[in-house]
Structure formats: C-alpha cells, structure tokens
C-alpha cells in the first residue's frame, strides 16, 4: 500500500473567509460571513449554469468549507495560523512534569498492585492542572503576537502545539487505563 | 427545449415501502396523485409474464405471486451479496452474487435493484405526467443521509435509467425539515428523528434566516418498521415450530403472508389497544391465531429501538449541542406513529416531539422544495448538508487514513500526496474508503483505481497529488496530478458495489427497446379497459331486448359480440377498437329501444 506524503501547501483559510489573520476570532460574524459566501457560491446557486460553473462552485465551495470549519475550532485555526506564519508543529515529548507520575502509574499497573487506582487518579489530577496552565499559557503567548506581531511568541507556541498533541494521546490511555481497571474491579 | 426548460422540476421520495412524488406549486409543495389515483406508491414490483407492474397492484401480489414479486429493494442497492448474508433469509426472494451489485432472481430472471427501483421511478415519473399534463425530466430524489456514496450512486443510476435527469440527491432528514422549517416558520435547532420502513436517520439542523444548515447526522441503514414486522413473525414463528412443528421460513409464500399479517398487527397497534394474528396454515393444516395487546408489543420493540438511541447521543456530540439546546424534535416516517415509538424519541431527547407533520409525505414535500430551489424561484433558501461517513483511504498495515471526517460540510474536498515505494514504480494502487473503524476490513470498501504513469524514478521521489472532491450530492470525484511535471491524470473509480458504466449504457439501450414494447402494450391494455364496458353493457342488456330486434338484427349483435370477445384476448389494439365501434353501432338501436320501452311502460 502506498504512504501518503503530507504536503504543507494549505490554503489560506483566512483568506478564504476574508477575515483577518489573528488567533481570536468571534464567531457570530464568521457564520455571517459563511452564510453570506455560501449563498453565493453553493452549487445550489448555479442550476443550468452548465457543468464548468457548476464544477468550479463546487471546488470553490468545498475550500469555504474547508476553511470554516478551520476557523471555528480553536486548536485548527491556531495550527493553521502557525503553519501560515512558517512553525509547522510537529509532533511533541512526554512534558517533564508529567513523567515522574506517568512512570509510576505505569510501575503500579505492570506489578498489578492495588494501588493502580490511586496513581491513575494521582496522575489525572497533574493531567488537569498541567492542561489547564498550559491553556493559559497558550492564551498568554497569542496575546503576545496580536499585539506585537513578532515571530517568538509563534516560535514558542508551535513547540505548545506539538505538545498538545502528545497530551491528547495520554488523555487517550487515560481513559483505556479506567476501562480496564473498571473491567478487574466487576 | 423551451419545453424541457418549462417542464417542472420534481421531487421524489423512494422508500423501502412507500415512494411518493411532489411538485410546488403557487409556492407550496403537493404530493402528486399516482397513477392508482393515489399520493403512496408501494415500491413494490410484480412481473406478470415479464413485465413489471408497480404500486398497490404489485402489492397485492407480495402473497398471491410472492415469487413474482420484489420489494424493499432500497436495502439490497449499492451492496454487495457479502453484506446481505445476513438479510437473505429473511428476503422473500433469492439473491444471488453478482458482478458488482447483487441480484435478484425473480423466476429464472435476474434482475437488480437498481433497475427495480428504477421501475419505480418510472412510474412516479408517468404519475406526475399525467396529472401535470406535461413532460417531467428532472428531479430531487431523497435518501437516507446515512447512505454511502455506492448507494448515491447506485439511487442516482436507477433515476438515469428512469429517463430522470437527477439534478440533486438530497437527505430524508434534511428535507424533512426543509418542509416542517418552511412550514412552521421555525428557526433554531432542531433534531429530525426519521424511522422509515428499512432505514434509521437521526439529523441536527440549524435554522437560520433561509439557511438549512445540518449540523451533524447519523442513522442505521438497516433498521426500519421492516425491523419490527420481523421481530414479530420471529415470535410466531417459534410458536408456530413448538405448536404445529412447522418451518416459518421454508415456504416463501407462507413468509410473506406471515410478515404481511405481522406488519397489519402492528400497524394496528398504533391505534388499538390490542391486534389478532390470524393465519392459515400450508396444506390446509388449521389455522395460527394469536392476539398481541400492547404492552407485550411494546417490549418486543424496545430492544429493536435502541440502536436508534446511540445514534441520536452521538449525532448531539458531533453538533457540538447538548439536548437542551434543541428547539424541536420532528418526527418523520410511518412507524412513528406508534407511541412506543414516541415515547422512545421523548426519552431521547427529554423534550416533547412533534407529530404534527404527514409523517409519510413531508420527506417528498422537501425534496419539491428543493426541487424549487434549483428552478431558481426561492433565492432566499439554501440547504447546507454534510457527509455522513468519514472518507479515507488504506494505508500501510491495514488501517484507514482518514481524508474527511463524517460531518463535514459538503462540497468538501481533500488533498493527498502519494510517493512510490519501490524504486522505477510507475504505478500506484489507491483503495477508498468509507466508514468510522480503525481498520480496513471494518469500513466499505468504495473504490480501488490505480495511478499510473508516473515517471520510474528511484522509490520515495515521484509526487502524485491526489484530490479527493465530494460533490452535494455527497458522492465522490477524484482526480490526481503528477507534481512533478504538472500532468494532470484522469482516475477511473470503479465503484466496488455499482454498475460499469458499460452495464448502464446497456440497459439504457435496452430500456430504448423496451419502451417501444411497453408503448405498445399500454396502448394495448387502453383499448382492452374502452372496450371492456361496451361488451359488458351489450351482454347485460342484449337477452332482456332480444325480442325487440328483428331476426336478423339480433344475430348481426350476437356475431359482434362474439368478434369483439376474440379480438380482446388477442394482442391488437386497432381490432379490438374497431370490433369495438362495430358493436356499439350494432347494438345502438337496441339500446334506444330499450330506452323507449323503459320510458313508456306504464307506471305501477
Ligand atoms: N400506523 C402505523 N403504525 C406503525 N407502523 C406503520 C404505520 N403506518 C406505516 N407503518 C410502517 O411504516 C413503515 C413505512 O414507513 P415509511 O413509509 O415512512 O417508510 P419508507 O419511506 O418507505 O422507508 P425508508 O424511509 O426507510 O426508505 C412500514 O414498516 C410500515 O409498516
Ligand atoms: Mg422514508
């Protein structure tokens, strides 16, 4: 089977909506705008128009699409502006202050001790905190670029992003971690 | 071609068990009288001698003729025979693999359901012709919003073959609410709970100054009213082996008739309180008899609901809403008129649903409204609709890559770049998919194409762009370029469960054929219904006032009659017309003696 090779030439969703480049965006004039362009450019507009008008609406309105549902989702407009601006995320680390808790709640679970639940629980309390710091950390750092506009604050946020990523993972095992020890416990 | 631009564009609904037409007209959107005089059309086709008889006609024939008969072809279109394992035996007649689509044996003959439901098609077609006055060529055609693209396909190909040129698929559910938003004037969220005869949809909509934006959907493209028919005879059918000993299924006809009495219980229990299960049994062995109150009913049909359940959770996850946030919640599709029904969707979405809608006919309603829509007279209104199932393709290990998440807006678009992995590889296999599971043999298989042409070159350097484009009728297009030297690459997608195009091309010729053979023979069946009371008439009145006519008048009308009976067994209309007109002449003057002799005899 082949492996797809992911190119970094997305579309400027920004641009495609006709909204400024910026990490906060209200949503009630993005759906304005959204409605406003789909009213104009949705194959419904373009019967009998003939099959080149109607191909043409109908890429022009999958990129509007495309880039709407970019924009209203926080984390995708943040990944998006980033890759604009030049700092592709990439995937990140286990973050310093999660290892030492992560590692003990793996030692519990290989020795099948009963203390497995209190680690799990242990090591979920630090996830929340650390995400919630992290959050605001995030806020922090956009604010930076809006006023400024310099590139260290992207720098920096890029490095946030990957991490993200590899926080949803755990966030992932979390879950499979209580399903199973649940499953022991019936 | 004024006349094709003028002629109206129409909107239909194909079911599992009912099929309906619908026109606006003067800015409100009705359901079209069939040809039966009607607004349903059972989708149901019986073949007498090979030719296909549709609607109520067919229907009475799903016992009397159950091997000629086909029904509830909407679960059999864009599968494969490998997905019905399942369903075959609980189909009253045979499937059978096929090249691409599975067939149907009626009687040694196969056909697909394809072309059965373009035989359905054709009939709402001629339906609304005749009671237009006017040519139709274009429509709407509803489907579940949770069918794949090979079942979009598959509905779009039997339109073609219909002589229909489809101008938009459109999803039950958001046409559904399509009609009730226009109807009510509402605005906000709403959810639409649709439980037709063989398919479940669950849908969000946001209603919005004319926008009908869908939010998220989801469903079981098997699960439907159908469902609880069967839940039903499973029960008697274990009675009937305990009782008598004896084989529910091993009698097609004995199947249908239990299914057909199941399905009357149940519709019975949407208003009684209690229903009679009456049958008798092969071979003249008694009767089965069984009463079913509703609480016994109901409990049968709860355990058959609850899929419906997770869909609903799930479709309000997607949207991103809780079930608070919902303004209404809209009922659509015949089993939602039984309150066991209701009171499932009430405990869903912990609000009061509304019923006020035709649950069968507000679903065509919408498709004519769409149907509006593209004829350009409602600028104000626009439906955003989305895909059902997440697309991807298979990647190395046997896992799906996801492409474009189910939900997403349609038209949607994706692009991929592939590279090769052997060095000098000119070509590369791309296999599509369809589905929400991790692994490949979980999801439905779409499509396979390969890419070729690609320049040999050591592995990982070439680059082919691939773009993956789903259209608004929420079917697939591909294409590919070579980023290397800009080639643009036609892709053949051979669709895993459809018709070549090769296939389609030839029945299109055929049915050219075959609508000169089926012109001939309604005018055939035409002339047979004129002179039909012209016979019965003359016979009636004939030995009452055979004394009034003279000798040779009398046998002059006896010849006739007897000329005209021949000729209305034989197969040429002009004869019968004729024999026809000759009998009316001849038997004319007795009927006006008649008149006269009823006119003066004296009063008593
Ligand atoms: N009064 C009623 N009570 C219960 N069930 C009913 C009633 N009337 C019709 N049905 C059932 O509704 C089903 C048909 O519903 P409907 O006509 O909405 O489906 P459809 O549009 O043909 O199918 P689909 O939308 O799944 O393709 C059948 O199973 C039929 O038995
Ligand atoms: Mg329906």
Same mark, same amino acid.
Not at chain 1, 35 to 40: F, G, H, N, P
Not at chain 2, 238 to 258: K, V
């Given at each position: 089977?082949?492996?797809?090779?992911?190119?970094?030439?997305?579309?400027?969703?920004?641009?495609?909506?006709?909204?400024?480049?910026?990490?906060?965006?209200?949503?009630?004039?993005?759906?304005?705008?959204?409605?406003?362009?789909?009213?104009?450019?949705?194959?419904?507009?373009?019967?009998?128009?003939?099959?080149?008008?109607?191909?043409?609406?109908?890429?022009?309105?999958?990129?509007?699409?495309?880039?709407?549902?970019?924009?209203?989702?926080?984390?995708?407009?943040?990944?998006?502006?980033?890759?604009?601006?030049?700092?592709?995320?990439?995937?990140?680390?286990?973050?310093?202050?999660?290892?030492?808790?992560?590692?003990?709640?793996?030692?519990?679970?290989?020795?099948?001790?009963?203390?497995?639940?209190?680690?799990?629980?242990?090591?979920?309390?630090?996830?929340?905190?650390?995400?919630?710091?992290?959050?605001?950390?995030?806020?922090?750092?956009?604010?930076?670029?809006?006023?400024?506009?310099?590139?260290?604050?992207?720098?920096?946020?890029?490095?946030?992003?990957?991490?993200?990523?590899?926080?949803?993972?755990?966030?992932?095992?979390?879950?499979?971690?209580?399903?199973?020890?649940?499953?022991?416990?019936? | 071609?004024?006349?094709?631009? /003028?002629?109206?564009?129409?909107?239909?609904?194909?079911?599992?068990?009912?099929?309906?037409?619908?026109?606006?007209?003067?800015?409100?959107?009705?359901?079209?009288?069939?040809?039966?005089?009607?607004?349903?059309?059972?989708?149901?086709?019986?073949?007498?001698?090979?030719?296909?008889?549709?609607?109520?006609?067919?229907?009475?024939?799903?016992?009397?003729?159950?091997?000629?008969?086909?029904?509830?072809?909407?679960?059999?279109?864009?599968?494969?025979?490998?997905?019905?394992?399942?369903?075959?035996?609980?189909?009253?007649?045979?499937?059978?693999?096929?090249?691409?689509?599975?067939?149907?044996?009626?009687?040694?003959?196969?056909?697909?359901?394809?072309?059965?439901?373009?035989?359905?098609?054709?009939?709402?077609?001629?339906?609304?012709?005749?009671?237009?006055?006017?040519?139709?060529?274009?429509?709407?055609?509803?489907?579940?919003?949770?069918?794949? /693209?090979?079942?979009?396909?598959?509905?779009?190909?039997?339109?073609?073959?219909?002589?229909?040129?489809?101008?938009?698929?459109?999803?039950?559910?958001?046409?559904?609410?399509?009609?009730?938003?226009?109807?009510?004037?509402?605005?906000?969220?709403?959810?639409?709970?649709?439980?037709?005869?063989?398919?479940?949809?669950?849908?969000?909509?946001?209603?919005?100054?004319?926008?009908?934006?869908?939010?998220?959907?989801?469903?079981?493209?098997?699960?439907?009213?159908? /469902?609880?028919?069967?839940?039903?005879?499973?029960?008697?059918?274990?009675?009937?082996?305990?009782?008598?000993?004896? /084989?529910?299924?091993?009698?097609?006809?004995?199947?249908?008739?239990?299914?057909?009495?199941?399905?009357?219980?149940?519709?019975?229990?949407?208003?009684?309180?209690?229903?009679?299960?009456?049958?008798?049994?092969?071979?003249?062995?008694?009767?089965?008899?069984?009463?079913?109150?509703?609480?016994?009913?109901?409990?049968?049909?709860?355990?058959?609901?609850?899929?419906?359940?997770?869909?609903?959770?799930?479709?309000?996850?997607?949207?991103?809403?809780?079930?608070?946030?919902?303004?209404?919640?809209?009922?659509?599709?015949?089993?939602?008129?039984?309150?066991?029904?209701?009171?499932?969707?009430?405990?869903?979405?912990?609000?009061?649903?509304?019923?006020? %809608?035709?649950?069968?006919?507000?679903?065509?309603?919408?498709?004519?409204?769409?149907?509006?829509?593209?004829?350009?007279?409602?600028?104000?209104?626009?439906?955003?609709?989305?895909?059902?199932?997440?697309?991807?393709?298979?990647?190395?290990?046997?896992? %799906?890559?996801?492409?474009?998440?189910?939900?997403?807006?349609?038209?949607?678009?994706?692009?991929?770049?592939?590279?090769?992995?052997?060095?000098?590889?000119?070509?590369?296999?791309?296999?599509?998919?369809?589905?929400?599971?991790?692994?490949?043999?979980?999801?439905?298989?779409?499509?396979?194409?390969?890419?070729?042409?690609?320049?040999?070159?050591?592995?990982?350097?070439?680059?082919?762009?691939?773009?993956?484009?789903?259209?608004?009728?929420?079917?697939?297009?591909?294409?590919?370029?070579?980023?290397?030297?800009?080639?643009?690459?036609?892709?053949?997608?051979?669709?895993?469960?459809?018709?070549?195009?090769?296939?389609?091309?030839?029945?299109?010729?055929?049915?050219?054929?075959?609508?000169?053979?089926?012109?001939?023979?309604?005018?055939?069946?035409?002339?047979?219904?004129?002179?039909?009371?012209?016979?019965?008439?003359?016979?009636?009145?004939?030995?009452?006032?055979?004394?009034?006519?003279?000798?040779?008048?009398?046998?002059?009308?006896?010849?006739? %009659?007897?000329?005209?009976?021949?000729? %209305?067994?034989?197969?040429?209309?002009?004869?019968?017309?004729?024999?026809?007109?000759?009998?009316?002449?001849?038997?004319?003057?007795?009927?006006?003696?008649?008149?006269?002799?009823?006119?003066?005899?004296?009063?008593?």
């Amino acid at each position: 089977m082949p492996q797809p090779v992911r190119t970094d030439e997305a579309a400027d969703p920004f641009a495609a909506l006709g909204v400024a480049r910026s990490f906060r965006i209200e949503l009630a004039p993005l759906e304005k705008r959204f409605y406003a362009l789909s009213r104009a450019l949705h194959p419904d507009r373009f019967p009998g128009k003939g099959a080149v008008a109607v191909q043409r609406s109908v890429e022009r309105m999958s990129l509007v699409n495309q880039a709407y549902r970019t924009l209203k989702d926080v984390g995708l407009r943040r990944e998006a502006l980033l890759a604009l601006e030049g700092f592709p995320t990439s995937g990140g680390k286990m973050p310093m202050e999660l290892a030492e808790s992560w590692f003990d709640l793996q030692d519990a679970l290989a020795e099948g001790t009963e203390s497995s639940r209190f680690k799990l629980q242990a090591f979920e309390t630090e996830l929340h905190e650390f995400q919630e710091v992290r959050e605001a950390r995030l806020r922090s750092l956009e604010d930076r670029w809006e006023a400024d506009r310099a590139p260290g604050a992207l720098q920096a946020l890029a490095t946030e992003v990957g991490v993200g990523a590899y926080l949803k993972s755990l966030e992932r095992d979390v879950v499979r971690i209580r399903e199973r020890l649940r499953g022991q416990a019936s | 071609m004024s006349r094709a631009v /003028d002629s109206p564009i129409v909107g239909i609904d194909l079911g599992t068990t009912h099929s309906l037409v619908a026109v606006v007209q003067d800015g409100v959107p009705r359901v079209l009288p069939t040809r039966e005089g009607r607004n349903l059309l059972p989708s149901v086709v019986n073949f007498q001698d090979g030719r296909p008889v549709v609607g109520f006609a067919a229907r009475g024939c799903k016992i009397t003729d159950a091997s000629h008969t086909v029904y509830s072809a909407k679960r059999l279109l864009g599968r494969g025979f490998e997905d019905l394992k399942d369903l075959a035996g609980q189909l009253p007649y045979r499937i059978e693999p096929g090249e691409g689509v599975v067939r149907i044996s009626v009687e040694g003959r196969s056909t697909t359901a394809i072309e059965i439901s373009a035989l359905i098609l054709r009939e709402l077609k001629l339906s609304a012709e005749a009671s237009l006055g006017c040519a139709v060529s274009r429509a709407v055609i509803t489907v579940p919003a949770y069918f794949n /693209d090979a079942q979009r396909q598959a509905t779009r190909t039997a339109g073609r073959l219909a002589g229909l040129e489809v101008l938009r698929i459109v999803n039950e559910p958001t046409a559904a609410a399509l009609a009730y938003g226009l109807d009510r004037k509402r605005e906000g969220l709403i959810a639409v709970y649709d439980l037709g005869g063989g398919t479940f949809d669950v849908s969000i909509l946001k209603l919005h100054e004319g926008i009908f934006e869908v939010l998220s959907t989801n469903g079981n493209t098997g699960l439907g009213g159908d /469902d609880l028919d069967r839940a039903l005879a499973a029960v008697c059918a274990r009675e009937l082996r305990a009782e008598h000993g004896l /084989d529910a299924h091993a009698d097609l006809d004995f199947w249908a008739a239990l299914l057909e009495r199941c399905e009357a219980a149940k519709i019975r229990l949407s208003e009684a309180a209690s229903a009679l299960i009456e049958l008798p049994l092969p071979g003249g062995k008694g009767v089965y008899r069984r009463t079913l109150d509703r609480a016994e009913f109901e409990a049968l049909v709860r355990p058959v609901l609850e899929p419906t359940r997770a869909s609903c959770l799930q479709a309000l996850a997607d949207a991103g809403l809780r079930r608070e946030d919902l303004s209404d919640v809209v009922l659509v599709g015949g089993p939602t008129r039984l309150s066991v029904v209701q009171d499932f969707a009430r405990q869903v979405f912990g609000r009061e649903p509304n019923t006020s %809608m035709h649950p069968d006919e507000v679903v065509a309603q919408g498709a004519a409204i769409q149907a509006d829509i593209l004829a350009g007279n409602n600028p104000d209104l626009l439906l955003l609709d989305v895909v059902p199932l997440s697309l991807g393709i298979e990647t190395y290990g046997g896992l %799906m890559s996801p492409l474009i998440p189910r939900n997403t807006r349609i038209p949607a678009s994706a692009q991929e770049t592939f590279t090769t992995f052997v060095d000098h590889q000119t070509a590369v296999d791309i296999h599509v998919l369809q589905g929400e599971r991790e692994r490949v043999e979980d999801n439905r298989s779409l499509a396979r194409f390969k890419l070729k042409g690609i320049t040999p070159l050591p592995a990982g350097l070439p680059r082919v762009q691939v773009q993956f484009l789903i259209d608004a009728d929420g079917i697939l297009q591909v294409s590919a370029k070579d980023l290397r030297d800009g080639h643009e690459q036609s892709v053949e997608v051979r669709p895993s469960f459809g018709l070549s195009d090769a296939e389609v091309e030839r029945m299109l010729r055929e049915r050219e054929a075959g609508a000169e053979a089926d012109r001939s023979f309604r005018t055939l069946v035409d002339a047979r219904t004129e002179a039909e009371p012209v016979l019965r008439a003359c016979q009636r009145s004939f030995p009452d006032g055979r004394h009034l006519l003279s000798e040779e008048e009398a046998r002059n009308v006896e010849a006739r %009659m007897e000329t005209l009976q021949a000729a %209305m067994v034989g197969n040429d209309p002009e004869k019968i017309r004729q024999e026809s007109f000759l009998l009316d002449q001849a038997s004319r003057k007795l009927a006006d003696l008649l008149v006269r002799a009823a006119l003066t005899r004296p009063k008593v």
